[in-house]
């Protein structure tokens, strides 16, 4: 009877390569290096500008940005579970609704948190590359077409992503697109940190406001809020490596063999 298997030496030789392929796709070029030390500056300012008492207002868009992330995860949770979406609000105190009706509340509840903190991190990894960046700004676009039909009321919403865009359409012009890539970068980092800090603030530290987590207990009924915060805390710190780890893997071109690349070129290149 023949041998169900055969061993050959190319098995190890194909073994070997592919751990060094994968050691490889794993170890930051010079561009990647670079990228990653300016998202570890973006955490370091993001921290000090959020506490500090005079210059926090530098950060104030992007934080109401982020939580157009949160609304906005709410309410494509709520279109894929079948909930019809009423209206979407932004405050200037930072807060936010979303008004539906029907949907599931198991998935709907938590999408704002956990949602917030997936885009962040595929902003991240977008972040390490100008044709990627690009890809997310036609993304986000689109999605922002739908936060402002639903929050066709809300002027903080319009003048948020008003200001959004023209940032982005300058970042696009600027140094070929290498500006762009920096912006959506930081928009990623500052997202993952929003999403972390809110869940700290709502489930942790919070002990009587209603929030998101509250009423997610309350459906569920057999855990506390902060139980929930806790595991929604650990998903998001993983979104939020994963995001550096995919960038690092899947960009690799050098900083000058990105800048050469012609895909929606600015014209005034």
Same mark, same amino acid.
């Given at each position: 009877?023949p ?5 050959s ?28 030390i ?5 955490? @370091?300012?993001?921290?000090i ?6 210059v ?5 868009p992007?934080?109401l ?6 609304e ?5 949770a ?7 979406i009423k209206s @979407?609000?932004?405050?200037?105190d ?6 539906m009706?029907?949907?599931i ?14 885009i ?6 977008c ?15 689109v ?12 002027w903080?919403t319009?003048?948020?992503?008003g ?7 300058l970042?696009w012009?600027i ?6 890539r920096f912006?959506i970068?930081?928009?990623g980092v ?6 972390i800090?809110? @869940?700290i603030?709502d489930t942790?530290?919070?002990?009587v406001?209603?929030s998101d ?6 459906v569920c009924?057999?855990c ?5 915060g806790?595991?929604w805390?650990?998903?998001?710190f ?8 995919i960038g690092?893997?899947a960009?690799?071109?050098s ?5 050469a690349s012609?895909f ?6």
């Amino acid at each position: 009877m023949p041998a169900l298997y055969s061993y050959s030496p190319i098995d190890d030789v194909h073994e070997l390569v592919a751990r060094e392929t994968l050691g490889e796709r794993l170890t930051p070029n010079p561009t990647q290096r670079t990228t990653l030390i300016v998202a570890g500056v973006y955490v @370091i300012v993001i921290a000090i500008l959020w506490v500090a008492p005079v210059v926090n207002w530098i950060i104030y868009p992007f934080k109401l940005l982020t939580v157009g992330f949160h609304e906005m995860s709410h309410a494509v949770a709520g279109v894929l579970t079948g909930a019809k979406i009423k209206s @979407i609000e932004l405050d200037p105190d930072e807060g936010g609704a979303t008004r539906m009706s029907g949907g599931i509340p198991w998935i709907t509840l938590p999408a704002g948190y956990l949602g917030s903190s997936f885009i962040g991190a595929c902003l991240i990894a977008c972040g390490f590359d100008i044709v990627a960046s690009k890809i997310a700004c036609i993304v986000l676009a689109v999605f922002f077409v739908f936060t402002l039909w639903w929050a066709r009321r809300n002027w903080l919403t319009w003048a948020l992503v008003g200001g959004l865009a023209v940032l982005i359409i300058l970042a696009w012009f600027i140094a070929d697109s290498v500006a762009l890539r920096f912006v959506i970068l930081f928009i990623g980092v500052m997202s993952c940190m929003y999403s972390i800090w809110d @869940i700290i603030d709502d489930t942790l530290s919070r002990k009587v406001n209603e929030s998101d987590a509250s009423r997610f207990a309350e459906v569920c009924g057999c855990c506390p809020s902060q139980t929930w915060g806790v595991f929604w805390l650990a998903i998001s710190f993983i979104f939020f490596i994963l995001g550096i780890l995919i960038g690092v893997v899947a960009f690799k071109q050098s900083a000058d063999q990105q800048a050469a690349s012609t895909f929606l070129d600015s014209p005034f290149r």
